[in-house]
């Protein structure tokens, strides 16, 4: 069963980063591609990124060219870093596999609340 712990949220100025980290279990990690996804309020979960199994990467327009995510398959985590965060990427962040169909159940999540 595939369990994962996101962590490294919190609050934080517009303009500033954080790293958020998604640690995965009950997987083969290095041979899924993993995506990092968030929830704002009164919105739909979107994808903001994901990462193949061989590093390949993909953005959403809205956080191309501020975030990067990265992973580390030795420590079956997934990372997210987040530059020049505004008020609009305030949301819970979560990771899960990209394929739906090997998802596993989502996690509580990562709080980043960006004020301006």
């Known amino acids: 069963q595939v369990q994962l712990v996101e962590s490294g949220g919190g609050l934080v100025q517009a303009g500033g980063s954080l790293r958020l980290s998604c640690a995965a279990s009950?997987?083969?990690?290095?041979?899924?591609?993993m995506g990092w996804y968030r929830q704002a309020p009164g919105k739909q979960r979107e994808l903001v990124a994901y990462?193949?199994?061989?590093?390949?990467?993909n953005y959403a327009d809205s956080v191309k060219g501020r975030f990067t995510i990265s992973r580390d398959n030795a420590k079956n985590t997934v990372y997210l870093q987040m530059n020049s965060l505004k008020p609009e990427d305030t949301a819970v962040y979560y990771c899960?596999?990209?394929?739906?169909?090997?998802?596993?159940?989502w996690g509580q999540g990562t709080q980043v609340t960006v004020s301006s």
């Open positions: 899960n596999v990209l394929v739906a169909g090997a998802r596993g159940s």
């Open positions: 009950g997987i083969i990690f290095s041979i899924n591609a």
């Open positions: 990462i193949t199994s061989g590093g390949s990467t």
